[in-house]
T-cell receptor, first 111, second 113 residues
Framework: TQLLEQSPQFLSIQEGENLTVYCNSS?????LQWYRQEPGEGPVLLVT?????EVKKLKRLTFQFGDARKDSSLHITAAQPGDTGLYLC???????????FGAGTQVVVTP | DSGVTQTPKHLITATGQRVTLRCSPR?????VYWYQQSLDQGLQFLIQ???????AKGNILERFSAQQFPDLHSELNLSSLELGDSALYFC????????????FGQGTRLTVV
């Protein structure tokens, strides 16, 4: 079983629609990161959240870390085809711990 | 370009063989992570080194081993290869182990035939 469960596994939407991707765990994380991976490339970091209840915005992307630091969400407003990719959440159980990944959510945005 | 270099990009080898994957971290990064990514398993953490010392171990098979050298580059050795070892192997580096961004290389695609 995965330490971090991501949902949905796959999401296909039209350009201009909104979407939300979820990352859940029964464990408490020291920090949580979101990455985006495109085919043939390594994951690229989007954001790091460390404080329970923290909300970070990156242009049309909004990231939220749950109050209990067990879950997170990524919301994309007015999605564009360039947002297509595999979105991965990753967390550390303590500051020096290994960085573990969820299975990812494949997002496809069609024009 | 993340600054992390992995070689080779592609590797095709037969079952039972041994291969070595190489990773050069970003300049100044002390921490190196190895991950295996396959279609059915996602990105699986294998092992982490920090300044030459093993820091954390994940689901790394006994047939696999790694090390980090004094110049901070790292190698992942895979032996007695099986068909199921076919996957993308990623290396990532970070400045420290503490809540910092991990920068990923482009990966080595290993195909075992």
């Amino acid at each position: 079983t995965q330490l971090l469960e991501q949902s949905p596994q796959f999401l296909s939407i039209q350009e201009g629609e909104n979407l939300t991707v979820y990352c859940n765990s029964s464990s408490v994380f020291s920090s949580l990161q979101w990455y985006r991976q495109e085919p043939g490339e390594g994951p690229v970091l989007l954001v790091t959240v460390v404080t329970g209840g923290e909300v970070k915005k990156l242009k049309r992307l909004t990231f939220q870390f749950g109050d209990a630091r067990k879950d997170s969400s990524l919301h994309i407003t007015a999605a564009q085809p360039g947002d297509t990719g595999l979105y991965l959440c990753a967390g550390r159980l303590d500051s020096w711990g290994k960085l573990q990944f969820g299975a990812g959510t494949q997002v496809v945005v069609t024009p | 370009d993340s600054g992390v270099t992995q070689t080779p990009k592609h590797l095709i080898t037969a079952t039972g063989q041994r291969v070595t994957l190489r990773c050069s971290p970003r300049s100044g990064d002390l921490s190196v992570y190895w991950y295996q990514q396959s279609l059915d398993q996602g990105l699986q953490f294998l092992i982490q080194y920090y300044n030459g010392e093993e820091r954390a171990k994940g689901n790394i098979l006994e047939r696999f081993s790694a090390q980090q050298f004094p110049d901070l580059h790292s190698e992942l050795n895979l032996s007695s290869l099986e068909l199921g070892d076919s996957a993308l192997y990623f290396c990532a580096s970070s400045a420290t182990s503490v809540n910092t961004e991990a920068f990923f290389g482009q990966g080595t695609r290993l195909t075992v035939v």
